[in-house]
């Protein structure tokens, strides 16, 4: 056990460190699954605020899917055919997908840019995992379902607000 | 560092974070050039300095709402399209505090500087989340790669 003052590997158990006498008392213990971390993995995706999600047809231009995103203040949109989830594209493909490439935004069509079967969330799944995919796959905007139901939107910035509500209790 | 989490993000100081240092521009760099940074570094932002002051921030954000319908020279220079004056945090805030600014203001980014209001870096809501992310490894990043697979029996079952 690793005294946290002065760095001995102390025997484990011990109460006090060894060489600088520091309260080792419980610092082995595993860590409780009650608080964030238990929420994290038994809590729901539910429990963050979903935004509903701005939509746009496939052959929407992207000066349309731009409009769109404005007016609703959003930073992405689910590309919809007949109800059935086809993609999603987001501020940042604006970017990368449509200005650096100097693609016509009047002329290109959103599910030309899009990017399509975005991985989704259900409702019933653990925030752990909204924070694994924002982590490890660089993913801003979250699409969450409900069974086979579109449910919404969780952007980043919902789960830092999740956090900031859940963690420090605001 | 051990402990929960609620502790940490009120004792760690923002300075402690790996900040993201390779996002400056001056004000009159032009559009075009904001673009490739912003499009290479795939932070999404870009702090707008004079000298070692921060005077603004470009964010894919400013991108979507003031310069991707517009039609605007590839030579505008950035000072022109980008957010003035961003809310910066100090770097010996504690991290909750600085949380507290960035969801209060709904910021992704916010510029980091010191007491002297000198920029040292920018905070941004990824490296916050993978910051609390690596703190609970075996809970949030030992994850399947695809959420959807999932054992049909118990193992050994």
Do not use: W
């Not at chain 1, 990017?115 to 969330?121: G, S, V």
């Amino acid at each position: 056990m690793l005294c946290p003052n002065c760095g001995y590997d102390n025997i484990a158990g011990i109460d006090l460190c060894e060489i600088c006498g520091s309260d080792l008392a419980g610092l082995d213990l595993p860590e409780s699954h009650f608080g964030f971390r238990g929420r994290l993995l038994t809590g729901h995706i539910s429990d963050i605020s979903i935004s509903p999600p701005v939509t746009a047809a496939p052959d929407a231009s992207v000066t349309e899917a731009i409009e769109s995103m404005r007016s609703n203040k959003h930073g992405s949109v689910i590309v919809l055919q007949d109800g059935k989830l086809l993609g999603i594209f987001t501020e940042r493909d604006v970017l990368t997908r449509v200005i650096v490439p100097g693609l016509d935004p009047g002329s290109t069509k959103v599910s030309e840019v899009m990017t399509p079967n975005p991985i989704t969330l259900d409702t019933s799944d653990p925030p752990a995992y909204a924070i694994h995919l924002s982590v490890a796959q660089g993913l801003r905007h979250l699409t969450i379902m409900e069974g086979t139901e579109l449910k919404g939107l969780i952007s980043v910035r919902d789960l830092l607000r999740h956090i900031h509500e859940d963690v420090l209790g605001v | 560092m051990s402990g929960a989490i609620e502790v940490i993000l009120k004792e760690i100081r923002v300075q402690d974070l790996p900040l993201q240092r390779d996002h400056r521009v001056s004000p009159s760099t032009p559009l075009s050039e904001v673009y490739e940074i912003l499009d290479k570094n795939r932070h999404g932002a870009a702090m707008v300095c004079e000298g070692d002051k921060v005077v603004g921030i470009f964010t894919d954000r400013d991108i979507l709402y003031r310069t991707a319908l517009e039609g605007l020279d590839s030579q505008t220079p950035v000072s022109s399209v980008m957010s003035p004056r961003p809310v910066t945090v100090r770097f010996d805030h504690k991290l909750a505090d600085a949380i507290k600014v960035m969801v209060d203001g709904g910021y992704r980014h916010a510029p980091v500087v010191d007491a002297d209001g000198h920029e040292v870096g920018l905070l941004s809501t990824r490296v916050i989340l993978k910051f609390i992310a690596d703190h609970y490894p075996e809970t949030v990043l030992n994850l399947p790669p695809r959420l959807d697979q999932r054992l049909m029996q118990p193992e050994g079952g």
